[in-house]
Structure formats: structure tokens, C-alpha cells
């Protein structure tokens, strides 16, 4: 399974974007998705995720600014809408996909955000 995100760019500080993050085949037993970003020179870190009941968790940066969503019908997505954009978001930013049992991970390549003063 290969996850690709998408959505990434640059844009004012303000602005949106909206990443998309899309499986190469269903997964199933899902446990939870997520976003996770890391910024030049810094460790990778949780942004938000959501799990297969649709609870969700939010980094105390985003919240109130980004929203997870998730589907898995035919195709498993997970999408991250960015509201208030701010510099500090500027990070490349990375899907994950956790099954149940197994525990299996699966990561995207990471899709570059970069918000500018």
C-alpha cells in the first residue's frame, strides 16, 4: 500500500489550502489517520488525527484553524483543510495510516506547505 499527499504550496499568511492524502488500495481495519509535519531543522510532530470512530486530536497549534476529514469507501482518503495559515505552518506535511491488530504503518511522501509573512 502507498499512500500519496497532495495539496500542498505556497500561499500569503491568511490563506487556505486543503492537503488530500490517497491510498493506492483500500485499507481496511483502519485504526486512525493522521497529518504529522516536520519543519526544516526541527522533529517531525502530530498535527491532527482522526480514528476509525471519527474521534479526532488536535495539535494546540492548529486548533481551532485545521479540520481532519476521512473517508474510506472505495478509495481511503484523509484530507486536512488549513484555515488561518500563519508562517510557522510552513513544513513539509505527511499522512499516516495505522491499522487495527497488526498495527501496520503506512506513511506518504510528504507534500511541502509553505506560508509566507
Known amino acids: 500500500v502507498q499512500l500519496q499527499a497532495y495539496g500542498g504550496g505556497l500561499v500569503q499568511a491568511g490563506g487556505s489550502l486543503r492537503l488530500s492524502c490517497a491510498a493506492s488500495q483500500r485499507i481496511f481495519n483502519i485504526n486512525a489517520m493522521g497529518w504529522y509535519r516536520q519543519a526544516q531543522g526541527k522533529q517531525r510532530e502530530l498535527v491532527a488525527t482522526v480514528t476509525s470512530g471519527g474521534t479526532t486530536n488536535y495539535a494546540d497549534s492548529v486548533k481551532g484553524r485545521f479540520t481532519i476529514s476521512r473517508d474510506n469507501g472505495r478509495i481511503t482518503m484523509v484530507y486536512l483543510q488549513m484555515n488561518s495559515l500563519k508562517p510557522e505552518d510552513t513544513a513539509t506535511y505527511y499522512c499516516?495510516?495505522?491499522?487495527?491488530?497488526?498495527?501496520?504503518?503506512?506513511w506518504g511522501q510528504g507534500t511541502q506547505v509553505t506560508v509566507s509573512s
Open positions: 499516516k495510516v495505522v491499522t487495527s491488530g497488526t498495527r501496520n504503518e503506512y
